[in-house]
């Protein structure tokens, strides 16, 4: 998650609560496209080909944006809707748990170990070591500087409108 902190961050939330309805929209509007241009990054590149190759889509699909206002926050979450098990081990990475594999559909399982044609009723898998594959850290990591920017020249717009009418 980005968070940033600003120096006289509690006055400027004061100020904040109390601006005009007309900057606060300017500043959820700001928050809200920033996020759309991270979701586009997340899905239209890092989803489709740029760190994970699509085999199904869901993990794709699965990513949802969530903007909020409440009080003196404006805000936006870029997440997997939790439908995609997998989705958290992809993005950081770990060890899956050892497991048997039965077949599914037939008496037996069937595939080639070593060049020869294997057949079994059951395998015990060992566990694989997924590496981290970041969709959605690293899409914000390449954006973050954008960010940081387009926030702070918002932020500093609606100071200086404060302070014109003050």
């Known amino acids: 998650m980005l968070q940033i902190s600003l120096e006289g961050q509690e006055a400027l939330a004061e ?13 959820a509007d700001k928050v809200d496209a920033l996020a759309q241009s991270l979701l586009s990054e997340v899905v239209g590149v890092n989803l489709s080909g740029g760190v994970l190759n ?6 794709r699909d699965s990513i949802q944006m969530k903007a909020s206002q409440q009080d003196d926050r404006i805000g ?20 899956t ?3 048997e594999i039965l077949p599914d559909k037939a008496k037996v399982l069937a595939f080639v170990a070593n060049g020869k044609q294997v057949f079994a ?7 694989s070591q997924i590496p981290a594959r970041s969709y959605l850290r690293s899409a914000l990591e390449e ?8 926030l ?5 717009a609606l100071a200086e409108d404060l302070k014109d009418t003050e």
């Open 152 to 156: 702070t020249e918002i932020v500093t």
């Open 97 to 99: 748990a050892a497991h």
């Open 15 to 27: 100020r904040l609560a109390v601006l005009p309805d007309r900057l606060r929209a300017a500043l």
């Open 121 to 127: 009723r059951r395998v015990q898998h060992p566990g």
């Open 54 to 59: 699509a085999r199904s889509g869901a993990l």
């Open 76 to 95: 936006a979450e870029i997440f997997s809707d939790g439908d995609v098990p997998y989705a958290a081990i992809q993005e950081f990475g770990g060890k």
């Open 143 to 150: 954006q973050s500087d954008d960010i940081l920017q387009d």
